[in-house]
Nanobody, 122 residues
Framework: VQLQAFGGGLVQAGGSLRLSCAAS????????MGWFRQALGKEREFVAA????????NYADSVKGRFTISRDNAKNTVSLQMNSLKPEDTAVYYC????????????????WGKGTQVTVSS
């Protein structure tokens, strides 16, 4: 699976952005997909994940209620709708895929895309 994330940018606090991740490969529809982020000088952290069917999702406490992950297996895409953005959401966001159940552990993900920068100004 090859992944490419896009949709990042600069937004004011309280605003919204929608990230998308385009995937290639026949195994996308059977893969758990996740979003992670890494702020400057910090470790990469889990943001959200979704199972292959889209029926189950999981979110980090810091984004719960503000972010929504979704997927379209027909289009091989996974999206992250980010609302009520805060300056602390500023980071490079990565999409990832794994052959297995939901996980918040980045070391369990098999495939990674290049990140997209999200900057939230105060």
């Amino acid at each position: 699976v090859q992944l490419q994330a896009f949709g990042g940018g600069l937004v004011q606090a309280g605003g919204s952005l929608r990230l998308s991740c385009a995937a290639s490969g026949r195994t996308f529809s059977s893969s758990t997909m996740g979003w992670f982020r890494q702020a400057l000088g910090k470790e990469r952290e889990f943001v959200a994940a979704i199972v292959w069917s889209g029926a189950v999702t999981n979110y980090a406490d810091s984004v719960k209620g503000r972010f929504t992950i979704s997927r379209d297996n027909a289009k091989n895409t996974v999206s992250l709708q980010m609302n009520s953005l805060k300056p602390e959401d500023t980071a490079v966001y990565y999409c990832a895929a794994r052959r297995g159940p939901l996980s918040q552990m980045d070391q369990l993900y098999d495939y990674w895309g290049k990140g997209t920068q999200v900057t939230v100004s105060s």
